[in-house]
């Protein structure tokens, strides 16, 4: 069972546009969300990531925005760009050195 | 050069075989992973292993088991390989200041028929 479940399974956005990827958890101990890129062909890559203690984390055109109370965190990808374009996962760990993935979503940017 | 490499980066096998998929990393990380990666169900820890003494199971490890040869090499292995085993397969390092990032190595895709 999925202990971090990744919303949605695709999703397609016009050059320019904002991107939103959703996930969930169920353990309050998890204390490190990090996201993952990944493009064909590679293995996937850190891209940001954040820990409970604060609501948001920009990184360039890419921002967390982290919902203790509701167990749910997002990326969302600003003036989305066709190099954006990549499997994105969402991840969280219980400070053991191991992560736990969500299921992943494929983003599309159209030019 | 590839920090993080695997070998082989394709693989066809038939049912029933043995075969080893090889990792090795020259980043000096203590830390080794080794994941499968399904469409749909993201990344599956098979086994990790925190040093050369240390291999523990991951989620998914049944039909698997892995070697852990020198601090740089993290082997797994498909003791008899069955076709539900076609999948993407991940090694990935962690340590040093990275705290909990993980380095993942460019993958093996590995076809059973």
């Known amino acids: 069972q999925q202990q971090v479940k990744q919303s949605p399974q695709s999703l397609i956005v016009q050059k320019g546009g904002i991107s939103i990827i959703n996930c969930a958890y169920e353990?309050?101990?998890?204390?490190?969300f990090p996201w993952y890129q990944q493009f064909p062909g590679k293995g996937p890559a850190l891209l940001i990531a954040i820990r409970p203690d604060v609501s948001e984390k920009k990184e360039g055109r890419f921002t967390i925005s982290f919902n203790k109370s509701a167990k749910q965190f997002s990326l969302h990808i600003m003036d989305s760009q066709p190099g954006d374009s990549a499997t994105y996962f969402c991840a969280a760990s219980l400070n053991d050195y191991k992560l736990s993935f969500g299921a992943g979503t494929t983003v599309t940017v159209r030019a | 050069d590839a920090d993080v490499t695997q070998t082989p980066r394709n693989r066809i096998t038939k049912t029933g075989k043995r075969i080893m998929l090889e990792c090795s990393q020259t980043k000096g990380h203590d830390r080794m992973y080794w994941y499968r990666q399904d469409p749909g169900l993201g990344l599956q820890l098979i086994y990790y292993?925190?040093?050369?003494?240390?291999?523990n199971k991951g989620e998914i490890s049944d039909g698997y088991s892995v070697s852990r040869q020198a601090q740089a090499k993290f082997s797994l292995s498909l003791e008899s390989a069955i076709p539900n085993q076609t999948a993407l397969y991940f090694c990935a390092t962690g340590g040093g200041s990275s705290y909990n990032e993980q380095f993942f190595g460019p993958g093996t895709r590995l076809t059973v028929l």
């Open positions: 292993s925190f040093d050369v003494k240390d291999i």
């Open positions: 353990n309050t101990a998890f204390d490190y």
